[in-house]
Every structure is written in C-alpha cells, then in structure tokens.
C-alpha cells in the first residue's frame, strides 16, 4: 500500500509542476521499494525541465563538483536546446536508475526528438547522492575514473589506465609554465585524464549519446574547473592552454581569433595529433607550408589566408593555413614588438575579424595588404 502511494505520489507531482516538460519514467523505476528514487525522480525531473529552460541552478549539484557538472551540462547540451529544433519537440525518460553503493545512484537519461519519427539525441548519466536529505547530482568522471593510476608531473596530475609518455607530460608542463609567465600569471595545477578518443571523454563526462557527436574522435574536452581531458590520448594539451591562459586576462568583446589561434599554434601546437598520435608542432606546420609555397609559386597568400584553403592535409585534417600564417606573424610580433605587442594583437577586435586583424598587422609589423602576400612568402621561406 505504502509503495502504491508513493508511486501516485510521484504521477502527481510530476504532472502538476513541469506539464508536458516532465521527464517520463518507466513503472518498473517508479514502483522500487527503494525510498530514495522518489526523490531522484523529482529532481532529475527539476533538472530537466532546467536544461530545457537554459538556465541551470547550482542548487541540485553536489558542490564538490558543481562546476564542472554544469560545464559539461552547458557545453553539450544548452547549445542543443538553443538550436532551431524547438522544446517542444524534445521529451525526456528515465530509462536507468540503480545504486552504485550506499546513498549513491547512476542514472540515465534519455532525450529523445519527436518529428515524423522519434530519434534519439542524447543520453545522459548523472550520480545522484542524498546528502542531508537532499539529492545532489554530479557527473560521472570519478566514477569511471577511481582505479585509474596517478602520476604528477610538475603542475599537472596525470589519471591514467594504462601507461604515461613521459616526455610528452614533461613538455606539457614546460608549456604551461612558460605560456603562464609569458603572460604576467602564475602558473596552475591541473588534472589530466587520458583518453583514447572523443567518445571516451564523452562517456566519461556523462554524455553517453549525443547525435551532434556521433562518429567524432578527435576532440578532447577542457579547460573547465580546471579539469582537461586528452585529444586522442596525447598528454599535450599546450594548444588549449594558451586560450585558457589568455581568457584570463583579455576580454571577450576584443579577442580577436585569428590572433588566437595564431599564438596557439605557435607557442602551443596545431591541437590534433598526426597519424602516429604525435601533437603537430609549429615548426612541422612552417615546413610544410614552405613545401606548398615552392611547389606553389603563384598560389597569392593573401587569397589563401582570408579562404582559409585546407593545403595542410598531409599533417591532419583540421590543420588551418590562417592559423599557421598568423603563429607566424604573431612570432615575428613577438621579437620585434614584445608581450605588449601580442596583446595588442590578440585584443584588435571581433566584429570584421579578418579586416581587425590585418589592420592590427599592418600597425604592428607595418605590412600594409597589399603586401601581404610578398612579406608572408618571405616569412615563411625564411622560418
């Protein structure tokens, strides 16, 4: 009887609060005997009907964890709910919920999208822990995580399945000292987990379905609560520390990311991994742009920079020509201009970012447009 009213309880209070928002669960969670899931229910309902509202309250996480929870929450699932596909057409089911040890509960969430067919979009895990008789919510990376190896290197603390590339770590650690100093900050203490991929880092942030992210690999994830999670288990995260580093101390309404990109992949590197897992340095990407532009002598840089043409495959992908020539003019801002100078550069503007920027290069290096491709050539032949 006592398990009957509880479960007409939970009908009622979903149904009257949240309407057609409310999160659907299946008889066979709601009937559990156990008197914790009534309070789960309610407040990953609550959460949910947050998320559809884009605007998700701290009150429902574990503090411990808070942070980094509504990062992940943010970073892949606001943007879903922003997007031309309506709320309405999007319904959410409890479709797992059990207890991992005393108190503590995984749950999962399904979102679905309702059109000529019912797709579905995301799946959710969560930790759910009653504290002081209140459930907090918390995502699942120390879970996962718990009996993975440590090893700190410097600053950064490495979590680990199988094995650490030492020489990499030391180098990132390097990186994130003199990219810190480079910048007038200290620098700070970071946790590391390695991942063999992108749907390794997902499902280790409680994400373990996303249609937007299906199929992708080559992502890591950071830096948020400063927690980073490797790009194609590579323990380099350099390229991202920079952005990190600069969103310190430089304005969002001025960035400019032209500029950005530039210095992140010269004091950083290209942030994929080549064929053999190894991070693209500078240096590799100078190189083989130098090879295009002599097997290419009437390629006009200019068009290419402002294009962006994908000439680079031959490194990965994803490597940018733009930002190659932009580390490249950032270097020579840099010797001939100083801190100073890269700030200025970073800082030229947003709103018509590439006429910002080449502006920003013309005052700063006195490379006037319609020079741009003679001096570049000569930059680049020259590295």
């Given at each position: 009887m006592k398990k009957n009213l509880v479960f007409l309880g939970i009908l009622c209070a979903l149904s009257m609060s949240y309407g057609q928002n409310s999160l659907m669960v299946s008889d066979r969670l709601l009937k559990s005997i156990d008197p914790v899931y009534p309070k789960i229910v309610l407040t990953l309902d609550s959460l949910y009907n947050q998320i559809t509202s884009g605007n998700l309250n701290s009150y429902f996480f574990d503090t411990r964890r808070s942070n980094l929870t509504q990062a992940i929450l943010n970073r892949y699932l606001t943007p879903e709910f922003n997007s031309e596909t309506s709320n309405s057409d999007k319904t959410a089911q409890l479709i797992n919920l059990y207890p991992i040890d005393k108190n503590k509960y995984f749950a999962s969430i399904a979102i679905l999208e309702k059109g000529s067919d019912v797709r579905l979009a995301y799946v959710i895990d969560l930790l759910a822990e009653e504290i002081d008789s209140k459930i907090k919510l918390s995502c699942?990376?120390?879970?996962?995580?718990?009996?993975?190896?440590?090893?700190?290197?410097?600053?950064?603390?490495?979590?680990?399945?199988?094995?650490?590339?030492?020489?990499?770590?030391?180098?990132?650690?390097?990186?994130?000292?003199?990219?810190?100093?480079?910048?007038g900050l200290s620098p700070e203490e970071f946790s590391f987990y390695m991942c063999d991929n992108e749907q390794e880092v997902l499902r280790l942030l409680g994400i373990s379905y996303s249609k937007s992210r299906s199929g992708q690999i080559r992502n890591g994830f950071g830096i948020y609560d400063n927690l980073i999670c490797s790009i194609m288990n590579n323990e380099d995260f350099s390229h991202d520390i920079f952005h990190y580093y600069s969103g310190e101390i430089n304005s969002s309404k001025t960035r400019n990311w032209i500029s950005e990109e530039g210095i992140a992949y010269l004091w950083g590197n290209a942030y994929y991994t080549d064929d053999q897992g190894e991070m693209i340095t500078f240096d590799r990407m100078i190189n083989s742009l130098s090879e295009y532009v002599i097997d290419n002598p009437d390629d006009d840089l200019l068009s290419m920079f402002k294009e962006n043409k994908k000439i680079l495959s031959d490194l990965a992908a994803e490597v940018s020509v733009r930002s190659v020539i932009s580390g490249l003019l950032a270097n020579e801002v840099e010797q001939k201009v100083g801190i100073d100078g890269i700030l200025r550069l970073i800082n030229c503007g947003k709103e018509n970012y590439i006429l910002d920027y080449l502006k920003a290069v013309e005052e700063l290096l006195d490379i006037p447009t319609k020079d741009f491709d003679k001096k570049v050539r000569e930059l680049v032949l020259t590295f």
């Open positions: 699942p990376l120390f879970y996962h995580t718990q009996k993975w190896k440590h090893e700190k290197v410097g600053k950064i603390n490495y979590y680990y399945q199988d094995s650490l590339v030492s020489s990499r770590a030391k180098l990132f650690n390097k990186k994130n000292n003199v990219i810190a100093n480079k910048l």
